[in-house]
């Protein structure tokens, strides 16, 4: 692969650069609740090292019932400065799993308007496996002002998704599992209901991964998307269960060099819940 630090970098590169003075590294693992793991546990008990915990579920929105909502941008620069992250630095995002939660936080670095960020292809698990020097205590930390610009064009709500539902003048992109699009299995939270939003396609989030939890090269990211019946001519619109793995996919289409995409933040927690949406069952 070819590393981008505005998008994606190696393991290699982070090793040869892990020890610049700008370089700022966050751990941003998550995981769903019956998966039984502990996010914060896990890095307590060994990081890469000079890696910080970036909580999705704690620098979120906390005015919304939705899960993990995006901040807001005061919230999103105190919470950073308090990290030590700020102007100036470059970040690197890594997750316990590969590569699923830590495109949430690039992603939601990217809605603040710093584009110096760059997820760890692979993650912890492939830092790990190449027998990589970890750590399991806190770095220290100095406060780092940051300076946010609000990308208004990079997020969407559920009116604007349901516009485009409607119109279909944009592609809804669905990166959940294919049985819980097509309304097949039970959704992992409770009191939703089972389907999809009108229009849209699936493009699970492992199908632009490797097995071992590296993204797909965009050629092969690009073949996936046109096999799914996404017109890659219109703006996207990327969704899935809470907002996580549909930064996945708009990991995937910026590294494709595709820049008109969003993504829908309350995704299908906030679409199941209310019986006014219109829902769809199984494949177009």
């Not at 096999?227 to 289409?253: Q, R």
Request: aromatic share 8%.
């Amino acid at each position: 692969m070819q590393d981008d630090p505005k998008t994606l970098v190696s393991t290699d590169w982070l090793a040869k650069h892990i020890k610049d003075p700008d370089l700022r590294i966050l751990d941003g693992s998550w995981y769903l609740p019956g998966m039984n793991r502990d996010a914060r546990a896990e890095y307590d008990a060994a990081h890469i090292p000079g890696a910080r915990f970036f909580d999705i579920d704690d620098i979120a929105d906390s005015r919304s019932d939705l899960p993990h909502m995006a901040p807001p941008v005061e919230k999103f620069m105190s919470r950073m400065r308090a990290m030590g992250v700020g102007d100036g630095h470059q970040v690197v995002v890594y997750d316990g799993s590969g590569l699923s939660s830590a495109a949430r936080v690039w992603w939601l670095f990217r809605l603040m308007g710093n584009t110096d960020v760059a997820v760890l292809d692979g993650g912890f698990p492939k830092w790990t496996a190449e027998g990589r020097e970890t750590e399991d205590l806190p770095p220290m930390v100095r406060d780092r002002h940051m300076t946010a610009r609000y990308q208004n064009h990079l997020v969407r709500d559920v009116t604007q998704v349901s516009a485009a539902s409607k119109l279909g003048d944009q592609e809804i992109i669905d990166a959940r599992a294919p049985g819980r699009f097509r309304g097949e299995a039970p959704e992992p939270r409770e009191g939703l209901r089972q389907g999809r939003i009108p229009g849209s396609r699936n493009v699970c989030f492992n199908e632009v991964l490797n097995p071992d939890g590296t993204m797909k090269s965009p050629e092969d990211c690009r073949v996936i998307f046109e096999t799914a019946g996404v017109d890659l001519s219109k703006p996207a619109i990327t969704t899935c269960g809470s907002g996580v793995t549909a930064a996945v996919l708009a990991l995937a289409l910026e590294r494709m060099g595709k820049s008109d995409w969003s993504l829908y933040d309350g995704s299908w927690s906030e679409w199941g819940q209310f019986a006014t949406l219109p829902i769809a069952i199984g494949d177009d």
